[in-house]
């Protein structure tokens, strides 16, 4: 999107033919769009159906926020989610920061959810036009008088005085996703030395970062929201007990941890926890069999087994009904034996993908069952049963 054609939908034009968008769908957008030019200036229609698409795609990410927000494609994928914005506003607000800089801020995704939480904001960002559409949506959600926008190069900016940083580097190029830290935009050594100029900092980067990576005395937080892993944030700052930390949204749960050694492998009990991909990610499936009594199926996998079901947020239970040598002839049978047609497979340190395996089984039936595929130290088994979910 130019900037021009973002500017004239802030305008009262703009606006009316927005609101005349809201809502439509795919098979009224022809006729829609020929009615529209006839009213307004045909490059105003074309940015405006293209910013109804965008709010559309971003509704996953900001709920009804987003009908009144502004986007650009890349703001779209690469803002943080309003949860996960949440959380982090919250882990600010607690620690008692008032004043912030927001550096590469995005759309303002982040800087909304501070604002939200009480916190003063100065978000800066290089592009033109991004920091127009983050201005605007401080607007549109009504927080503008806690959010000051500002074009410039983060190295430029003086954060001084400021309780906190927050730094939201650019790991994507025009060729695709950055993996070396050090590549990153602004790379990871300046962000961690922005980070440590303040009493509280914050650094999102990959997911996959490697552990080794992680700067000595930082805080490592991976986040996941309904299951899939989000995000990963190091702190400074904060005098953490543990190096590592996994949180789970919904629900604000929280664990802190990385420093028990691993649990000892052993044999299948009754019931198998698959931990949260942030609490592997985190190195924390020592801390979850802990909490239930367990061991690890395999040194090498993050399945935990016990005989006992004790709640736990951080990890997904089933109860088993058969642990057997892996065997795709043996498994058929079984699930031709008990009419099973709906088969959930999921599977650790196997070379089979489920869908390869759903092909072969051919599963028939009004019966459902969970298939679990894992390696052991006694050979790969497979695992069936049914999940009893997160014991709150």
């Known amino acids: 999107m130019e900037i021009e054609s973002f500017r004239a939908l802030l305008t009262e034009q703009g606006q009316a033919l927005l609101a005349e968008l809201r809502g439509f769908t795919a098979g009224e957008e022809l006729a829609l769009a020929t009615r529209l030019r006839r009213e307004f200036d045909a490059e105003l229609v074309r940015a405006a159906f293209e910013q109804a698409r965008l709010r559309e795609r971003a509704e996953a990410k900001f709920g009804a926020d987003a009908r009144s927000m502004y986007f650009t494609q890349n703001g779209v994928e690469q803002a943080t989610r309003r949860s996960v914005a949440q959380w982090r506003a919250g882990r600010?607000?607690?620690?008692?920061?008032?004043?912030?800089?927001?550096?590469c801020c995005g759309i303002g995704g982040d800087?909304?959810?501070?604002?939200?939480?009480?916190?003063?904001v100065l978000a800066?960002?290089?592009?033109?036009?991004?920091?127009?559409?983050?201005?605007?949506?401080?607007a549109a959600l009504g927080v503008s008088e806690l959010v000051e926008v500002?074009?410039?190069?983060?190295?430029?900016?003086d954060t001084a005085g400021f309780d906190a940083v927050f730094t939201d580097p650019a790991r994507r190029t025009s060729r695709g996703r950055v993996f070396d830290p050090e590549a990153y935009s602004p790379p990871l050594s300046w962000a961690v030395e922005a980070?440590?100029?303040a009493p509280f900092g914050a650094l999102k980067v990959a997911p996959g970062i490697p552990h080794e990576l992680v700067p000595e005395g930082a805080e490592a937080e991976w986040v996941s929201d309904r299951g899939e892993v989000k995000e990963a944030v190091l702190w400074f700052g904060t005098a953490a007990a543990e190096p590592y930390r996994a949180t789970l949204l919904p629900g604000d749960h929280s664990l802190a941890g990385g420093a028990l050694p691993d649990p000892p492998a052993g044999a299948v009990g009754r019931y198998l926890y698959e931990p949260d991909g942030a609490v592997i990610r985190g190195r924390m499936v020592a801390e979850v069999a802990r909490s239930v009594n367990g061991r690890l199926i395999d040194p090498m996998?993050?399945?935990?087994?016990?005989?006992?079901?004790?709640?736990?947020?951080?990890a997904h239970a089933y109860e088993l009904t058969d642990v057997l040598p892996y065997q795709v002839k043996k498994l058929k049978a079984l699930?031709?034996?008990?009419?099973?047609?709906?088969?959930?497979?999921?599977?650790r340190g196997m070379a089979i993908t489920p869908e390869e395996l759903r092909r072969q089984l051919k599963p028939s039936g009004p019966n459902g069952v969970t298939v679990i595929l894992s390696r052991t130290p006694d050979g790969p088994v497979m695992m069936l049963g049914q999940p009893v979910g997160r014991a709150m």
């Open 111 to 120: 800087a909304v959810a501070l604002a939200r939480a009480g916190i003063a």
């Open 195 to 197: 980070a440590r100029r």
């Open 335 to 347: 699930l031709k034996e008990r009419r099973v047609g709906t088969v959930v497979i999921k599977k």
């Open 301 to 314: 996998i993050a399945y935990v087994t016990s005989d006992e079901l004790l709640p736990t947020p951080y």
């Open 124 to 138: 800066v960002d290089r592009d033109e036009l991004t920091c127009e559409v983050a201005a605007a949506n401080a």
């Open 92 to 103: 600010f607000a607690a620690l008692g920061v008032k004043r912030l800089a927001d550096l």
């Open 150 to 157: 500002r074009r410039a190069d983060v190295a430029d900016v």
